[in-house]
């Protein structure tokens, strides 16, 4: 009776170590699949993008970067359940990692240094495509060249300081203290260049008035 136990004893562990490898063969497999569905995926949407829409290619670029991460996520994380080849497993492992406080302080600051960067990456990308479409609906309305690129530089601008304050935002930092310290390099600067701030708003009034155009010549 002794004997029998410790022969199919035996013939677990043998199982077992047998198993491992084919396990980890499994979750590479599985791994190498989800980054290969999802790099199609993205040289599809890339591809769609780049032809039927106007979009900057930054932020194709960083859609195409958002199409590929999921699936090798969802492989990652089933990695655990795949090799022990328990249900039960999963959930085990994220309430041991989830009560541990310095694990949910990493977790919580890889998520915002994550999210900052998907942020700018969204922000620049926008920023782009709002300007080059300004820029090119201006030029078929004949608009100046000067006009141009003022409105769509004001326009860049703009969505860059609403990406900023969405950060600041993610990161739970109170607007005040940005909105006085911009205000305080705000009027530094305006004290230290009021002659090149005159020369910009001569530049403005030029822009707006339109007295020559470009290739005229301007006797003084």
Do not use: C
């Amino acid at each position: 009776m002794i004997f029998a136990f410790s022969t199919i004893y035996d013939v677990q562990v043998i199982e077992n170590m047998l198993a491992t490898p084919l396990r980890i063969v499994l979750i590479g497999l599985i791994f190498i699949i989800a980054l290969v569905i999802g790099l199609l995926l993205r040289r599809r949407l890339v591809d769609r993008l780049k032809t039927n829409t106007a979009l900057d290619a930054w932020l194709v670029q960083t859609l195409g970067v958002l199409v590929v991460l999921p699936l090798p996520i969802i492989a990652a994380a089933a990695s655990p359940l795949i090799y022990l080849w328990s249900i039960d497993t999963l959930p085990q492992l994220w309430n041991n990692i989830t009560t541990q406080p310095m694990v949910q302080q990493i977790a919580s600051i890889t998520w915002q240094i994550a999210g900052s960067v998907l942020f700018i990456a969204l922000g620049l990308g926008i920023a782009r495509t709002i300007r080059n479409l300004t820029v090119h609906s201006l030029e078929t309305n004949r608009i100046d060249i000067n006009i141009r690129t003022l409105i769509g530089r004001i326009f860049f601008i703009t969505v860059l300081l609403l990406t900023v304050f969405f950060i600041l935002s993610f990161w739970h930092i109170p607007l005040e203290f940005p909105v006085a310290a911009i205000s305080v390099i705000t009027v530094l600067i305006t004290v230290a260049i009021q002659d090149i701030l005159k020369d910009l708003v001569a530049g403005f009034y030029i822009l707006v008035e339109r007295p020559f155009y470009i290739g005229q010549l301007i006797s003084t």
